[in-house]
Each structure stands twice: as C-alpha cells, then as structure tokens.
C-alpha cells in the first residue's frame, strides 16, 4: 500500500513540475516537485521490488504510476457545478 502511495505522490510531483499543472497548490513546488516527483518514484520502485521482485514489481510501479499520471490531469479538468476549475 505505502508503495502505490509513493507512485501516486511521486505523479504529483512530476505533474507539479509540469507547465501544464492547472493547480495553483501544486504548482508552488516548479522544479522542486519534479526532483520530488523523481525520488519518490525511486523509493516506490524500491518497495514494490522488495515485496514483488524484479519483473513483477518493475511492472506494479509502473501500473500504479501510469494510473496516477493520467488520472490528475483528468481530476484537474473535471468540471464542479457546470464551471471549468481550471486556475489559467
């Protein structure tokens, strides 16, 4: 568990790191959340290999953190009440 929340925290750090993050909270972080973002991922790599092995726990890294990097843009453009939340 506490290595698929790395993968999804180590996704927000890179999207914080990307020009295209829509929120402001993140987007405080810039480059600093990219290096975050690479640390974390290193660290979840870590666990999941421990715990899987090599093969398998390569690809549960990459899964979970595939999810999570295509699901915050998605969450970011969601719409509330009929209102983009974009903060452009």
Do not use: E, K, N, Q
Not at 2 to 11: E, M, P, Y
Not at 36 to 49: D, E, P, Y
Not at 57 to 62: D, F, I
Request: with cysteine.
């Amino acid at each position: 568990m506490l290595a698929s929340l790395l993968a999804a925290l180590s996704a927000a750090g890179l999207y914080a790191g990307s020009r295209h993050c829509r929120w402001h909270v993140l987007r405080r972080l810039g480059r600093a959340g990219t290096w975050l973002g690479v640390a974390l991922a290193a660290a979840s790599l870590l666990l999941w290999t421990r715990v899987l092995g090599a093969g398998a726990g390569s690809c549960a890294m990459l899964g979970s953190w595939m999810f999570s990097m295509i699901a915050l843009p998605y969450i970011a453009g969601m719409r509330v009440d009929g209102v983009t939340r974009s903060d452009t």
